[in-house]
């Protein structure tokens, strides 16, 4: 089974030079650990950055230059600042080339759930409604089941959505899967140490798997 | 040029009044106007309408007004980290609109641009869909479903701004940018408040992120304590 830096190393495989990349607040942050050094990658934050770079040295965060997540970062060189409306209309406008987000349910046909659990939690869903509406390459990145053990993939999605038909492929502890265009999960990948009934286990919705299914390399 | 400034945040806001709808700049804590919502405490005005990115958290920023109760409606599109906003919400004390935050930053750019109506294919088929017109667009290709949402009517835009000069010109610093530019053009009345003044001339006309003409009213903050939401550092 992966864990969470085990599923960032393999969305990192997903990522090719020269991209454009919005990555999420939690696995999908650890990615960018993994993104090969030699690869050219500008990382976007929402709140109006292109050229994301790592964390500050003790003593140099500034609370003028902050990511998404309200975290301190730094800029890197070539680095471009901008405001919230120009932001999203580079995400709309599809300059953007792959989003990274996380997921509380994804359904079959590719919806995706990550916003509010009514009448418990509340947070609002920022930038995800828009992410997910208008990236062409949404990767979600999520624990397939949750402390009770249920699935998180499911024939339809339980909570309130943030986007539908939307999420072309999905990345958990138990392995790799792409959404079909006519609805299912198709298993490509499978978790080192998980077999093909644990994956039948951890899927409530419809699960497709063809041939052999190799094992995760990471 | 007509001289922007007044004198301080209590000049600047003596028009704001029960029942206002202001916008507030910032993202999380970042770039937030932090003299004004101070003032409007002081003020002690009621039943605001209040539309920002975040609530600030429960001791800063906008956490401030909802503590003192003074917010009646809150439109914004994430409010984590703020306990009492939460309370508030859950127990029906205060309204909420929660808006996809890019179609919050543009509901502020077409206020400001004078356009009233814009499609956007973000919350199509989800709770924010509800009640709104959904319209099948064909454009570069692609036919997809569109909200028609609608550019904010806001009394007051308040934002803040590193440097600005007397005739209102501003120009914002780093990541604090965020909602305060297309804000500053969307406000009846856009106020805002900045670090430094400067002479004018001394700001650059091709470096000005906002011309003048959006803004009413400019003053200095008398002291920022720019409040850091998450410090995540590294080693040297």
Known sequence: MLDKNGIAKRIAKEVRDGMFVNLGIGIPTLVSNYIPENYDIVLQSENGILGMGPFPFEGEENADIINAGKQTITLVKGASIFDSATSFGMIRAQRVDLTILGAMEVSENGDIANWKIPGKMVKGMGGAMDLVASAQNIIVAMQQVNKAGQSKLLSKCELPLTGVKCVKKIVTEFGVYDVLPQGGFKLLEIAPGVTIDDVKKATAGKLVIEGDVPVIAV | ?236
């Open chain 2, 1 to 236: 040029m007509i001289n922007r400034v007044v004198k301080n945040a209590e000049e600047a806001l003596k028009d704001v009044k029960d029942g206002s709808t202001i916008m507030l700049g910032g993202f999380g804590l970042c770039g937030i106007p932090e003299n004004s919502i101070a003032q409007l405490i002081k003020m002690g005005v009621k039943n605001l309408t209040c539309i920002s990115n975040n609530a600030g958290v429960d001791d800063f920023g906008l956490g401030l007004l909802l503590q003192s109760r003074q917010i009646k409606k809150m439109i914004a599109s994430y409010v984590g980290e703020n306990d009492e906003f939460e309370r508030q919400m859950l127990s029906g004390e205060l309204e909420v609109e929660l808006v996809p935050q890019g179609t919050l930053a543009t509901r502020c750019m077409m206020a400001g641009y004078g356009i009233p109506f814009f499609p956007t294919p973000a919350g199509v088929g989800t709770e924010v869909a509800q009640g709104k017109e959904v319209k099948s667009i064909t454009w570069r290709g692609q036919t997809k479903d569109y909200l028609i949402e609608k550019a904010f009517e806001s009394d007051f835009a308040i934002v803040k701004a590193w440097k600005g000069d007397s005739a209102g010109n501003l120009v914002y610093r780093r990541t604090a940018r965020n909602f305060n530019q297309p804000m500053a053009m969307a406000g009846k009345i856009t106020i805002a408040e900045v670090e430094e003044i400067v002479e004018l001339g001394e700001l650059d006309p091709d470096h000005i992120h906002t011309p003048g003409i959006f803004v009413n009213r400019i003053f200095k903050g008398e002291k920022y304590e720019k409040r850091i939401e998450q410090i995540t550092v590294r080693k040297k």
